[in-house]
């Protein structure tokens, strides 16, 4: 089956697959506990949507508490209550403050800590739960799902937000054949055939664990990310404070928001950038990530005076942040499309802006945008139909509007909270029906 196919008979069917979740009742009690690294107060995209995605199942009726780590991305603290409720949900966070969280070898550490501290954690806690919900923040986390299953006899769901050790390698930072690769790819295997469920964020995701291990392949479900529509709104710029501080009224804005990490595609948004310098267009930056420095570096290098830098906002501004442009930027690098999914396309679509995404050619965005009518895809490298495209908006308001309206639509449709936690029932009830 082509991958345009499976996305269309994915979206076709997400209505009849949430009907299938089953109220919870005392005989099939979920009891979950969910572990992750990052969680609110930390701006990073996956702690922000697991606390929607825990509260949304909590609204259906699941048992849930969270344990993860103290912050190491919050503006305000670096530490957070030990323990913290939230309506029902109770939230347990490990006692110690991250080190270095900003350093590569600083991540290594703080990640293998958290996972001591949350094995720790769970040989306290275990007989208060029945299922284990695992992201891969760190990257080798759902490890304790199989040992939790092994001597705790637990079951567990895994979350891959970002396939390791693949990503290292494509990032050259080990070789294909090294030894702790090799190690890595065994323990994934493991780990796979031991869960319950595998929720991934995209087609391709899927396809190349189950070409990995094709046993599992009736485990893995592809569930894409989210944003919550009541949070952003799509606020017209003369009235959003955020573009009137920011100054993004007059001129068309084009807006990156997220990571500028290894794994997107910043070299042809700066030749777009370059040709249209002399454009009434902008470009707004707002974010962290690798190539960041590197970026704001060329610019400056170049004289351009058409782009500005803004570090991560905090949660609360994140709808006007969103709404302070006419475009999003989307990207993935080559060969990155099996390997990670950004998060950030589900809140452009809620912003009613259109996007624009620069990705390799059998990229899932590229069925989701077109389906969706609300923007364009870009091959790797293709700055300048990248450029046409945004000077097309900016001389065309209805075009932008309507793809803009497109995209809220979408949105509303299929990657609400309620629509996506439904789905995320469906997997955690197995072997409770």
Not at 11 to 29: A, G, H, T, W
Not at 87 to 116: E, Q
Not at 177 to 192: E, H, S
Request: hydrophobic residues 40%; charged residues 20%; contains cysteine.
């Amino acid at each position: 089956m082509t991958l345009s196919r499976w996305i269309n008979s994915h979206m076709n069917s997400i209505s009849l697959e949430v009907k299938k979740y089953q109220p919870i009742s005392s005989d099939n009690l979920i009891r979950l506990a969910v572990i992750t690294q990052f969680f609110p107060p930390d701006y990073a995209a996956t702690g922000q949507l697991i606390e929607e995605l825990v509260k949304q199942l909590e609204t259906l009726g699941v048992d849930i508490d969270v344990f993860t780590g103290q912050p190491g991305y919050a503006f305000s603290t670096s530490n957070a209550p030990v323990k913290e409720k939230s309506g029902n949900l109770l939230i347990k966070r490990s006692r110690t403050s991250v080190m270095f969280p900003k350093r590569i070898r600083g991540k290594a550490m703080n990640g293998v800590m958290f996972t001591i501290r949350a094995a720790l954690h769970l040989i306290r806690h275990f007989r208060e739960r029945n299922t284990l919900l695992l992201t891969t923040a760190p990257p080798f986390l759902p490890v304790l799902g199989y040992v939790a299953k092994l001597f705790l006899g637990m079951s567990y769901v895994c979350i891959v937000y970002d396939l390791y050790p693949d990503i290292a390698i494509a990032l050259d930072v080990i070789p294909q054949n090294n030894f702790l690769a090799k190690i890595w790819q065994f323990i994934n295997r493991l780990v796979w055939k031991n869960a319950k469920g595998i929720i991934v964020l995209s087609p391709a995701m899927k396809e190349r664990i189950a070409s990995i291990c094709p046993e599992i392949e009736n485990k893995i479900s592809v569930i894409h990310s989210w944003a919550d529509p009541n949070a952003i709104l799509p606020i017209p710029k003369h009235r959003n404070w955020f573009a009137l501080k920011h100054n993004l009224i007059d001129k068309f804005t084009v807006l990156y928001s997220g990571n500028m990490g290894r794994c997107h595609d910043m070299t042809t948004i700066l030749e777009a950038v370059k040709i249209l310098k002399d454009k009434p267009i902008q470009f707004i930056f707002i974010g962290g990530g690798a190539k960041r420095k590197e970026f704001i570096a060329e610019v400056n290098r170049l004289g351009l005076t058409n782009c500005k830098f803004l570090p991560y906002v905090d949660k609360e501004e994140i709808p006007y942040s969103m709404t302070a442009c006419d475009l999003s930027l989307v990207t993935i690098d080559e060969g990155f499309e099996s390997l990670v999914a950004p998060s950030k396309f589900y809140p452009a679509l809620a912003s009613g802006r259109p996007v624009a995404a620069i990705c390799p050619k059998d990229c899932y965005l590229r069925t989701l945008i077109s389906e969706a009518k609300c923007g364009e895809t870009f091959d790797n490298g293709d700055e300048q139909p990248l450029a046409e495209f945004i000077n097309k908006l900016s001389e065309n308001k209805q075009l932008t509007e309507n793809m803009g309206s497109a995209s809220r639509r979408y949105l509303e449709l299929f990657f609400t909270p309620e629509v996506i936690a439904k789905e995320y029932l469906i997997v955690l009830q197995k072997g409770f029906m």
